[in-house]
């Protein structure tokens, strides 16, 4: 293997670690409630990083991790995960909070300079924006 291959490997397998066990911590945090974990989220800004970490790398890494999860993260444990993730790695990351009426469902996802970079890119037209967080 070569030398930049190792390090994109070395990279993607922390950065899945560090997914996996955010997934554990946002568990965790289920017992101080949504608001509190929303309010957390606010206040982690986009580090001055001089990592060189793309937002796919990022969301491939949360993606696995859920793989390897006990058991299913839904959309806003995946959502809330990526996020601070991506802005661990100075990326402007924005949580979006959405729904629609009928029939009626929400969903969250996550946005990069206004695109959706772990989910399907329609959402934004298909759900009314509740929050951005």
């Known amino acids: 293997m070569t030398a930049p291959r190792t390090r994109r490997a070395l990279r993607l397998a922390v950065l899945t670690t560090h997914a996996w066990l955010a997934l554990v911590a946002f568990d965790c945090a289920r017992a101080v409630g949504f608001a509190r974990v929303c309010e957390w989220l606010r206040r982690r800004r986009p580090a001055h990083s001089s990592s060189r970490v793309l937002a796919g790398d990022i969301v491939w890494a949360v993606d696995e991790a859920c793989v390897w999860y006990v058991k299913r993260a839904a959309c806003l444990q995946r959502s809330v995960v990526a996020t601070w993730l991506l802005r661990r790695h100075g990326l402007r990351a924005e949580m979006v909070i959405g729904c629609r009426p009928l029939p009626f469902e929400s969903h969250s996802w996550v946005e990069v300079d206004?695109?959706?970079?772990?989910?399907?890119p329609q959402y934004?037209?298909?759900?009314?924006v509740l929050d951005r967080l």
């Open 124 to 128: 934004p037209k298909v759900f009314t």
């Open 114 to 120: 206004g695109n959706v970079v772990n989910d399907q």
